[in-house]
């Protein structure tokens, strides 16, 4: 086991983005925020979801913004918090007794009733929900 003693703190030659969750059991939103400002123009993205990292729920949002700083350079504003599509705990879109149901070790993110309807999305924020979407499913 290794133990990490800071500061953590430094001037970066460009500023950082960090990414926390609202119920990350992991690494909290405040440890987030804590990180954050040992950074100068360091700005934290809220996702509002469960789980650990963004890519625990979907979240056109997030991917919108972290692929905005990679490629443009650009930092969301201050205290944006983004939504998530889908539930933390999605009603089965299939019958447990049936041939259709997942086999053991499978799981189901998203039920028929999550996935935003088409014409709520853009045709490139579907392309970057259905990529967050299978980036969820990864193991």
């Excluded at 490629?71 to 019958?95: E, K, M, Q, W």
């Excluded at 028929?112 to 999305?121: G, H, Q, R």
């Amino acid at each position: 086991m290794y133990s990490l003693i800071g500061p953590f703190e430094a001037n970066t030659s460009f500023p950082i983005l960090v990414v926390g969750n609202t119920a990350d059991p992991v690494t909290p939103l405040w440890a987030a925020k804590k990180t954050a400002e040992g950074f100068p123009s360091a700005v934290v993205l809220t996702q509002d979801s469960p789980g650990h990292c963004s890519l625990a729920a979907p979240s056109v949002c997030t991917q919108i913004h972290i692929r905005n700083y990679f490629i443009n350079g650009r930092l969301p504003p201050p205290n944006t918090i983004c939504p998530v599509i889908g539930r933390p705990f999605p009603i089965p879109a299939y019958d447990f007794g049936s041939s259709s149901a997942p086999k053991s070790g499978q799981q189901v993110v998203l039920d028929k009733d999550s996935v935003p309807a088409e014409e709520t999305l853009s045709p490139e924020e579907r392309l970057i929900y259905e990529a967050a979407r299978k980036l969820s499913l990864l193991q």
